[in-house]
């Protein structure tokens, strides 16, 4: 008997054949909103939790999306009467600058949003007009940049690093993560099926309509591309997204020549662990 191996080739750009009647739409626009989900009380806990204990005032999302972890932040460190002082985001998506304008307009927030690729940070429209000393940027949202090796993509998030260093103070804090790539190629060479059931969570972090609105599967797998398949059953559409996977001893090295590497977290977890979602790093800026 034939096995289905999860690395193959087609799956690139186009569906598995369990949902090949689906129809492709927009990743931002019609899966996202409903990938995502609310925002839970710990999550932000742990977020404020850092900014409280280094007394950070000034915060800039790096990639904003939706607006949901900025949003939820300056929330919950207002109802707390914790003096910030500015709270800003960076975006270049219309589609998520859309989601995220009308957010704080619900919730009468004042966020400034610059509109940049990171490749032209600091420059951005409105321009940034002051450093800041918590920049934070989620959801393996630095993956996007890369291609070709494993060492262009290396070089291409080392650049991106050093223009958001470009922002923070010294001895400011950066919180960045990524997919755990490490698990994620343990599973390459699987069937299909097996790829399924290691990649399941019982606990989703950022995105709570994971594998329950929403089924996620990396349909494509290799050392330089990794490709995320979104299914939506009820509504029978799927997307999907293209990763340049990073590893963790990489991202340590890329993170080291501007910033200090004070935390290294799984999943939000001070731990180890070999099979998580996210690993996510706190830097202190050098």
Known sequence: ????????????????????????????????????GGIKKDEICFFTGIIKKHKLKNILDFGLGGGFEISAIKEALVKEKYPLERVEANELNEDFILQATSLFYTKNQKIQIHRANWLDLPNATPQYKHLFDFGFLTGNSLTYIGGGSRDYTKKALQSIVGKFAKLIKRNGYLFIDTRNFDYIKSLMYLPKEKVFENFTFSYSVYYHGFQNKIIVFPAYISDTVVVFHYYDKENKVWSKLDYFPIYQHDMIEILSKEFAVEKIFHDFKEVQKKKSLFVQYLARRK
Do not use: A, C, R
Not at 7 to 30: A, C, K, M, R
């Open 1 to 36: 008997m034939k096995k289905t191996f999860v690395n193959t080739l087609p799956y690139i750009s186009n569906p598995i054949e369990e949902f090949g009647d689906f129809e492709f739409v927009s990743w931002e626009h019609d899966i996202y909103p409903k990938f995502k």
